[in-house]
Nanobody
Framework: QVQLVESGGGLVQAGGSLRLSCAAS??????????MVWFRQAPGKERDFVAA????????RYADSVKGRFTISRDNAKNTVYLQMNSLKPEDTAVYYC?????????????WGQGTQVTVSS
């Protein structure tokens, strides 16, 4: 059974920073073979792509709305992916989910986490 567990969410003022973590586990799950992705879903809206990182960490992609403010990284030795969020805005308020998929650009997601709430106050 594969588990993706997000942490690090919370309440922060606009302009502040948060660092999300997503720890992966599972006897049959080879973390280093998956691209890892962060999505977010605001109330009443669809789940949107935020950032993705290749299995090696050598390739990344970002949504235009977070470029220059968010940084995705991973530590394959710790089976963990991170999302450093700086210069946060109220419109970044959402539940943030991590996910595992075959490649950075693949449309199919194989595994989802349960989500962590990020709230940015103005």
């Amino acid at each position: 059974q594969v588990q993706l567990v997000e942490s690090g969410g919370g309440l922060v003022q606009a302009g502040g920073s948060l660092r999300l973590s997503c720890a992966a586990s599972g006897r049959t799950f080879s973390f280093s073979k998956y691209a890892m992705v962060w999505f977010r879903q605001a109330p009443g809206k669809e789940r949107d792509f935020v950032a993705a990182i290749s299995w090696s960490g050598g390739g990344t992609r970002y949504a235009d709305s977070v470029k220059g403010r968010f940084t995705i990284s991973r530590d394959n030795a710790k089976n963990t992916v991170y999302l450093q969020m700086n210069s946060l805005k109220p419109e970044d308020t959402a539940v943030y989910y991590c996910a595992a998929r075959p490649t950075v650009v693949a449309s199919k997601v194989d595994y989802w986490g349960q989500g962590t709430q990020v709230t940015v106050s103005s």
